[in-house]
Nanobody, 119 residues
Framework: QVQLVESGGGLVQPGGSLRLSCAASGSTSSISVMGWYRQAPGKERELVASITDGGDTNYADSVKGRFTISRENAKTTVYLQMSSLKPEDTSVYYC?????????????WGQGTQVTVSS
């Protein structure tokens, strides 16, 4: 079992920057993919960025060039560096990890952290 705790959300002005972090605990050795999703009111949850064990990254077109996902070598913490923030980036951001073990493939979600971009 993996537990995820997000932090770093808050209020930021347009054009500003914010860094989110997600700390994983528990059976972290089973984590194969770590990523960030977001869901705004009335909208579907969407993938923002992900990173694999091999270091391959994937970004939504809307954030490419502005956001950067990274992780510690131990793969216990994943970060999302957000720059040039826009009001449309306002959302609840969720950390998600994919785990692979003898019990199968599972998804684990964090509780979410609110990011608000407003002047």
């Amino acid at each position: 079992q993996v537990q995820l705790v997000e932090s770093g959300g808050g209020l930021v002005q347009p054009g500003g920057s914010l860094r989110l972090s997600c700390a994983a605990s528990g059976s972290t050795s089973s984590i194969s993919v770590m990523g960030w999703y977001r869901q705004a009111p009335g909208k579907e949850r969407e993938l923002v960025a992900s990173i694999t064990d091999g270091g391959d990254t994937n970004y939504a077109d809307s954030v490419k060039g502005r956001f950067t996902i990274s992780r510690e070598n131990a793969k216990t913490t994943v970060y999302l560096q957000m720059s040039s923030l826009k009001p449309e980036d306002t959302s609840v951001y969720y950390c998600k990890v994919q785990t692979s073990s003898g019990s199968g493939i599972h998804e684990c979600w964090g509780q979410g952290t609110q990011v608000t971009v407003s002047s």
